[in-house]
């Protein structure tokens, strides 16, 4: 595994999805407004950081991998700022194309005592037009996916990834011989069909495929998985069962990893490790029972930090030496 890890170095992922910033603002309550009956903040600092497929993209370059995001964000003051973390976190965002038709995806915890009082989501979730989708997948196709190591969609729903750029980027990876990783949500789900490696988990398996899938009863969950790639035309499937690990099939074959034993601190981000460490797997035509170890052991690490953070890859080169 460790030999695995290091040739992470360098690999070049082409992440297809939505972005987001994470902002924070923190500080103390100390009255109520004499306006309204709620609690007056003094605000003693803002943050602002990387989320979606930004944070998977923070994932690949903690594993030594060169993530190149792209997305469509609007052209705005949060827009600005967006391009700026990703250079601060060495992301290379020529991929991002930026529209007057949309507004740029930001979340505001209002924080208080450590204690998050309100979150306000600045978005637009529906699908991005016609023109903004033939300039995205132009430039991916003709300026950067044929020198990629592997694709891979994060999907959160929010607009970006659209049928006819699934389609279209589908197809020209394989003409290039390019592996295709997915993380899915609801809206697109069965329109992934051919891809190499598709992520759902159990809630999305169920929301997405119409099927409710327990894997406490193994021959129905098996049966599910096999429609599931029949219907979709995958290669593999891989689906993380929070506290029963993970489960990766070729449609043959299933691997059943069970979680590891952890204090877990906080679940967030653990599925944007797992997918990143198994798209660069795939890169390297790592066996599917190893992508699932490597991938649930990343995800257990990241769970006992506080908040989303990426994986350490020091740790997981550690962690994977005791195995």
Avoid: W
């Avoid at 609007?74 to 827009?79: A, C, K, L, P, S």
């Avoid at 023109?131 to 969609?153: G, K």
């Avoid at 193994?218 to 029949?230: G, N």
Wanted: aromatic content about 4%.
């Amino acid at each position: 595994m460790k030999d695995i890890i290091n040739k992470f170095e360098g690999l070049r992922v082409l992440v297809i999805g939505d972005v987001m910033i994470d902002a924070y603002m923190i500080g103390q309550v100390e009255r109520i407004s004499p306006e309204a009956p709620v609690p007056v903040l003094a605000v003693q600092r803002k943050e602002y950081r990387l989320g979606g497929a930004a944070n998977v993209a923070l994932n690949l370059v903690a594993l030594g991998a060169k993530p190149i995001l792209c997305s469509v964000i609007g052209e705005d003051v949060e827009g600005n700022e967006l391009l700026q973390l990703l250079e601060k976190a060495h992301i290379q965002s020529s991929g991002i194309v930026r529209s007057a038709e949309r507004q740029t995806t930001t979340k505001t915890r209002v924080m208080a005592q450590g204690h998050q009082m309100i979150r306000i989501d600045n978005e637009q979730t529906h699908p991005i037009g016609e023109y903004d989708t033939y300039v995205l997948a132009q430039r991916i196709i003709n300026d950067l996916l044929p020198a990629a190591d592997v694709i891979l969609f994060e999907d959160y729903d929010k607009g970006v990834i659209t049928p006819l750029l699934i389609e279209q980027i589908v197809q020209q990876a394989h003409k290039h011989h390019k592996k295709v990783v997915v993380d899915p949500k609801k809206r697109n789900f069965i329109n992934y069909k051919g891809v190499d490696l598709f992520k759902p988990n159990l809630k999305e398996l169920k929301e997405g495929f119409k099927r409710d899938a327990d894997p406490s009863d193994i021959a129905e969950f098996e049966d599910s998985i096999k429609d599931l790639m029949q219907v979709m035309e995958l290669k593999h499937v891989m689906v993380t069962m929070s506290e029963r690990g993970v489960m990766i099939s070729d449609g043959t074959h299933f691997e059943y990893v069970p979680a590891h034993l952890r204090k877990i601190a906080d679940v967030s981000g653990a599925g944007d490790t797992v997918i990143s460490v198994a798209s660069l797997c795939m890169a390297l035509d790592v066996p599917i029972a190893q992508i699932a170890s490597l991938a649930n052991l990343a995800g257990g690490l990241v769970c006992e930090e506080v908040g989303v953070v990426p994986i350490d890859k020091s740790r997981l080169i550690e962690e994977a030496a005791k195995l």
